[in-house]
């Protein structure tokens, strides 16, 4: 299926507090040292476009949300809905996700873990540069609180399939998994995210999975 171009944000808008390089993040990723509060922080890992990050961040202002987006297209896209939303409590980051969770984010410190559609390298020789694998699995889980949260929703079967073996062999600790349910979309940006919208606009099957971390 195609993808539909990004937009830059305008040049006027100030991305100043909704956009951040890797290399201007602070050494160590917490609600401190991003937002200056205590808030939980919640992460999502290829934010794409951005309508996960704004809807979340703008329904639950008492906690503090990190998009992590590889593509600096997407991640200025995100950061300029943010930005125009004037949303505080959430910030992008243009950059590969799986250094920052390895390196910066202590351990049991999030509240959540949120990673939607990720891309589906189909041929099993790519398998390894996805998103979801055995290295992301165990550093998300260890990177996830007592009682907080992975979500991991996706069109591709067999992605769903591996990911939720590999967590129960590799993050028992996680719980079991708890099926999402599918929310009536009245409004087109009443979706999860942007691939949500597109699968379920043509009909295609989703499969959405939670889980608690004991
Ligand atoms: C298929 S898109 C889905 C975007 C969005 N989550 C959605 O559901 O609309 C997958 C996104 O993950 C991003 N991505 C892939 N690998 C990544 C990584 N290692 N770190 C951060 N983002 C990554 C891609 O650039 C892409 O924007």
């Not at 639950?60 to 991640?75: D, M, R, V, Y």
């Not at 996805?130 to 992975?150: C, F, K, M």
């Not at 990911?163 to 099926?179: D, K, N, R, S």
Request: with cysteine; proline share 8%; hydrophobic share 40%.
């Amino acid at each position: 299926m195609p993808r539909s171009p990004i937009r830059r944000p305008p040049p006027d808008l100030d991305l100043s507090a909704h956009l951040r390089s890797v290399e201007s993040l602070p050494e160590v990723l917490t609600s401190q040292s991003l937002f200056a509060n205590d808030q939980p922080l919640e992460i999502e890992v290829g934010s794409g476009k951005g309508l996960f990050l704004t809807n979340a961040s703008s329904a639950t202002p008492k906690h503090n949300f990190l998009g992590i987006e590889i593509q600096s297209k997407c991640a200025e896209h995100a950061a300029g809905r943010l930005a125009k939303a004037k949303l505080a409590n959430a910030i992008m980051v243009s950059g590969n996700a799986e250094p920052l969770f390895a390196e910066r984010v202590p351990v049991e410190s999030l509240a959540a873990v949120h990673v939607y559609f990720p891309d589906p390298w189909w041929k099993k020789k790519h398998r390894k540069r996805r998103v979801l694998n055995e290295t992301s699995i165990v550093n998300y889980a260890t990177a996830i609180a007592p009682g907080g949260r992975l979500h991991f929703w996706t069109d591709v079967l067999d992605y769903f399939e591996d990911t939720v073996e590999m967590i129960a062999e590799l993050a028992p600790h996680l719980g079991v998994p708890i099926p999402e349910e599918e929310i009536e979309a009245e409004h087109d940006l009443d979706y999860r995210t942007h691939f949500e919208r597109r699968s379920r606009k043509h009909h295609i099957p989703v499969y959405r999975v939670r889980y608690e971390k004991q």
